[in-house]
Nanobody
Framework: QVQLVESGGGLVQPGGSLRLACAAS????????MGWYRQAPGKQRELVAA???????NYADSVKGRFTISRDSAKNTVYLRMNSLKPEDTAVYYC??????????????WGQGTQVTVSS
């Protein structure tokens, strides 16, 4: 059973930084892609950043230039470095991993979420 465990959330002032980590129970290269999503109260969950097995990355327009997704294969961990944080970045951040399989052709795994609050 795949497990994704997030850490690194917390309370930070506007303009501050945080680094989220997502530790996978197996090799991160067993997934086609891994990413970070977020969900603010009353809003739908949205993709923040993703990285493919080949290393390609993509970001939501709202975080481009401020957030960076990276990985450490030795630690089976994916990171999200968040700089210049804004109050609108406040949300629960979820780690996601997907691989080929299942009825639909894609199997997704989710972490439990970590709260990020940007407030003065």
């Amino acid at each position: 059973q795949v497990q994704l465990v997030e850490s690194g959330g917390g309370l930070v002032q506007p303009g501050g930084s945080l680094r989220l980590a997502c530790a996978a129970s197996g090799s991160i290269f067993s997934f086609n892609a891994m990413g970070w999503y977020r969900q603010a109260p009353g809003k739908q969950r949205e993709l923040v950043a993703a990285i493919t097995n080949g290393g390609s990355t993509n970001y939501a327009d709202s975080v481009k230039g401020r957030f960076t997704i990276s990985r450490d294969s030795a630690k089976n961990t994916v990171y999200l470095r968040m700089n210049s944080l804004k109050p609108e970045d406040t949300a629960v951040y979820y780690c996601n991993a997907e691989r080929t399989g299942g009825i639909t052709g894609k199997i997704e795994y989710w972490g439990q979420g970590t709260q990020v609050t940007v407030s003065s």
